[in-house]
């Protein structure tokens, strides 16, 4: 009798230990979003809260989908041979801004959220990309590579005649080791007054008129600060990156330009690199990360949990095996099953054979002693 008790207690011990580490790998405050065998990175939230669109290469090149907030009821919006990226919504959430092309040619279209209708904006022959669209809706920045230098530049989108205008001069020049592959879009004020983006070397914040000129830096001069978006409040949150010979992470600060007040943290030693979205309270965080082995986009509640999670380095992850393209599943070998839910299963069922067994041995004593 004390034999079968014994063997209950352990199987049921065993099958609540899987269960709780299960439950709890299950309960990370990070909510992935996306789960396929491609690429899926640049993700950008609706006006409202409630759409999140973001490019994948699921079908070949790169093209634009839409999610709920949630990550449920995913539909593709662009197709065909070009490849598309970098969506930004327009601030009544009915078009998305993308750069579509090839690695010579890049230019700017807007796509109708609704019915899909492709419009282009820019004819520059050069390479334009990450566009970004003004509080009022309408005007759309975007940085444009020509000839060895970048810059940022501004049209009118809905205005077949509006010839674009150069805001800056020489923002990035190849000359000067500079990097011209623009790597986040430029942000808007929200009085439209102002433009925030990262120098030429993605070392320090600037603040340019909307209408152009000279930039004025807003992060510490010794650091490796980029990624600057502009909150509703007028506040401004921007990444610094850290990179150690065998670790690197980021932090994230707020800033408001117009207070002088020194920076806050909002995030540090986050293991992601960025860039990020954030909700207008600056409550949710959006980003791309290949932690589960290919590029999966994933949210974050800000709060102490989501935070602390964002701190905790994933498992390292091979860049070798890191699906960059779909690719077709093969048939896996015979192995160990990779999740937890097999053995909650076989723990499960033998918890109940020992129950079974035990009342069956009990039932056959009692007989006996009858």
Not at 18 to 43: F, G, H, K
Not at 54 to 75: E, K
Not at 99 to 122: F, K, L, N, P
Not at 274 to 297: H, K, V
Request: glycine fraction near 8%; proline fraction near 6%; include cysteine.
């Amino acid at each position: 009798m004390i034999r079968h008790g014994l063997f209950r207690a352990v199987y049921v011990a065993a099958f609540l230990a899987v269960a709780t580490t299960y439950v709890s790998a299950a309960a990370t405050p990070i909510r992935q979003l996306t789960n396929t065998q491609a690429s899926n990175i640049r993700p950008a939230w609706s006006p409202d809260g409630k759409r999140i669109a973001f490019q994948s290469n699921r079908d070949g090149p790169y093209h634009i989908y839409v999610m709920d907030a949630d990550g449920s009821n995913g539909r593709q919006l662009t197709s065909g041979d070009a490849d598309d990226r970098h969506p930004a919504w327009s601030p009544d959430g009915k078009l998305i801004a993308i750069d579509s092309g090839d690695q010579v040619t890049r230019e700017i279209y807007v796509v109708d959220a609704s019915s899909r209708q492709r419009t282009q904006i820019t004819r520059l022959g050069g390479i334009a990309s990450f566009p970004s669209w003004s509080p009022d809706g309408k005007q759309l920045s975007f940085y444009l590579y020509q000839a060895g230098a970048m810059d940022l530049w501004a049209t009118t989108p809905g205005d077949s005649n509006a010839i674009p205008a150069r805001l800056t001069r020489n923002l990035a020049n190849e000359q000067n080791n500079q990097c011209t592959f623009a790597c986040h879009s430029a942000s808007w004020s929200p009085n439209g007054s102002t433009i925030a983006l990262s120098d030429g070397d993605s070392a320090r914040v600037l603040l340019i008129a909307a209408s152009g000129g000279a930039g004025s830096p807003i992060s510490p001069a010794d650091e490796r600060s980029h990624f600057p978006i502009y909150l509703p409040d007028g506040r401004i949150v921007y990444v610094t990156e850290h990179v150690s010979q065998d670790q690197s992470w980021t932090d994230l600060w707020t800033v408001d330009p117009a207070s002088g007040d020194q920076r806050a943290e909002l995030a540090t030693k986050v293991q992601a690199q960025g860039p990020f979205e954030f909700s207008a309270d600056a409550r949710q965080l959006l980003f791309a990360s290949p932690r589960t082995g290919n590029f999966e986009i994933y949210a974050v509640t800000l709060d102490a949990d989501g935070k602390a999670a964002l701190a905790t380095r994933p498992e390292r992850i091979n860049p070798d095996t890191v699906s960059q393209v779909p690719a077709q599943k093969s048939a896996a070998p015979f192995g160990l099953p990779s999740n937890a839910e097999p053995y909650l299963l076989a723990f499960g069922v033998l918890a109940l054979l020992t129950v079974g067994v035990e009342s069956v041995v009990r039932a056959r004593r009692r007989r006996a002693k009858s």
